[in-house]
């Protein structure tokens, strides 16, 4: 698990991080919706479902002049009358639409005829943007600053995952701040019914925050999940932006709390690991103590809830809905990787905290927890105990989710590829995934990033390539892929930004341990035309 001792083994070939300041503020936002909407439906059987449609190409925030009322959570008024006040917005870019952005944001060109009060709000919210990319680093490029922020072509020094990279950072800018810059959690997708806060997908957006240098905004992500409602079984599937859950039959999912875990340590070592001079001072002004008094409540809720679930004979967890949002009844893989994860991030998060006796009473659980997973899952690693077919999960068994690759399970990670390929060249979340045509990104992605840590470059440098070939018309990752290549469901994913952001990020450090190594030309896409299987 890449908590704080996996993380402090790689510090030395890490530069430290630029600072960047983070701000508090409620979370608001409004969306414009166009296009079909859909849900995220589980696969039936039977015959497979119709071509999924692209219910936005991607987010952006939007300036105009608009009644303030209603609005006034993201509303700036820049004077005149209180019905003709300057209005941001968080929108849906609707399918089938390219809107002219301002150089190097996300935030929609208003125009040269429109009101002089919107054009300086906009550009004053572009250069917000800006300014946060270039305080911190984007992952696949040559550099950080500004100048490379706002290019619309690679630099020569840059990887080929450059502009991927670049989309990916401003479209986890535009998930996690309102168009005035104040921090929320982030919703899943921009529209429909991916307009909600998934734990899951927000842990892994507080982890790709902290590993670029805003670890002070990933904190205020983490936050946000340590004044919601649990259950004793878990964290609610999902969270509307007020805190409240979102009643609508999912199963609590017990992975979230390790999730949680997991990204709170992560958080916490890179600010330990970014100071040089030894005053806990980490890379966005935030010190190792701060952030844990911020994450203590998040911290000591998904800790009690993943030692009250393996305080059992066999300290093995319950069966509990994972990532499949299926209402499970044997244990997953899923489940258990994480609850894995967490535990060891909360050993470290407790002596971070000086609480040394707790630290080895959870060091000690998650050793016992470690025994019961290996025994349970290997030497085949299936998605379930008893099972026999494999999953996208099996990647949370390796770095760098695990501190190394729990016995067996790289070797079976590499037998799954073929059994999870979709006609458009990217997997399914499983070999037993009934819905035969569509290529998930969240899963593709979690490959090249498994790849990444275990050592196979060219393996997370296939799969950055095909997503490189598959984003939306503004350069944003879409949730899914039809089987000749057109993206599908919603753009972007934040799961899917998120984790190409730690796939370049660990790659990179690859490259800092092993010493330069030419990065590999990316293969232009074949014109209206799918991809060949992989």
Known sequence: MPGVRSVRRRAAARAPLPRSHHRTAPVV??????????GSALPVDGDPPPRIPLASEGAAHSWALGETAGNAGNAVTTGGSTDAAVVGRDVAVPTGTSPTFLPGTRVIDPGAGADPRVVAAAHEEAQRQRAWVAAGRIPGTATATAAAATTTTAAAADTPHAALARAAMLDLYVATHTPDGAVHPPLAAPTGAWRYVWPRDAAF??????????????????????????TPTGYH?????????????RSAQLDGAGWLLWASGEVVASLDDGDDDGDGDGEDGLTTQDALTRLADVVGTSGDLLLAATDRPGHLPPPSSDYWELRETRLTLGTATPVLAGLAALGDLREFAGHDGDATAAR???ARVRTAVVDAFGPRWPREVGGRERDAALAFALPPFQDEALPGAEAAWRLIARGMARPAGG?????????????WTPQTTLDALAAAATGDPPRAEQRLDWLARHTTATGSIPEKVTPDGAAAQVAPLVWSSALVVLTLDELARAQELDGARPAPAVAPPAPDAADAPR
């Open 205 to 230: 957006v507080a982890v790709a925050l902290a590993r670029t240098g805003h670890a002070g905004d990933a904190v205020q992500v983490l936050e946000f999940f340590g004044d919601v409602p649990v």
């Open 364 to 366: 000690e659980r998650h």
């Open 29 to 38: 936002g409004i969306t414009l919706v166009a296009g079909l909407v859909l």
């Open 427 to 439: 997997l399914a979340p499983g070999e037993g995934w009934r819905e035969p045509g569509h290529s």
């Open 237 to 249: 599937a999902r969270y509307r932006p007020d805190g409240s859950p979102v009643g609508d039959g």
